[in-house]
């Protein structure tokens, strides 16, 4: 199961209202993807794995790209793989 899947199963079972999925976010002339959002509480959550953020250059790409959604007033919630799988009820 991928984390997105498994980031939107939990939602689901938290009984959350449904959340935009891929929320396009423009900051300047970039545009930023937001993995599930609710833009009307200006709240993003984003799904890091493993596999696309622990080299160095991704780490680097991925804090500039945080603090540019977050200059906007989004603020971003970070869930991993294990805190879906061993504390899914405090992330929800």
Request: glycine share 4%.
């Amino acid at each position: 199961m991928t984390l997105l899947f498994a980031g939107a199963r939990a939602l689901r079972a938290a009984r959350l209202p449904t959340p935009v999925r891929e929320w396009a976010v423009r900051v300047d002339d970039r545009r930023y993807r937001i993995d599930f959002a609710y833009p009307e509480a200006m709240l993003g959550i984003e799904c890091d794995s493993t596999a696309w953020h622990t080299l160095p250059y991704q780490v680097e790409r991925d804090l500039a790209r945080r603090n540019a959604i977050t200059s906007t007033g989004i603020h971003l919630i970070h869930v991993t793989p294990t805190m879906l799988r061993e504390h899914r009820d405090e992330v929800m």
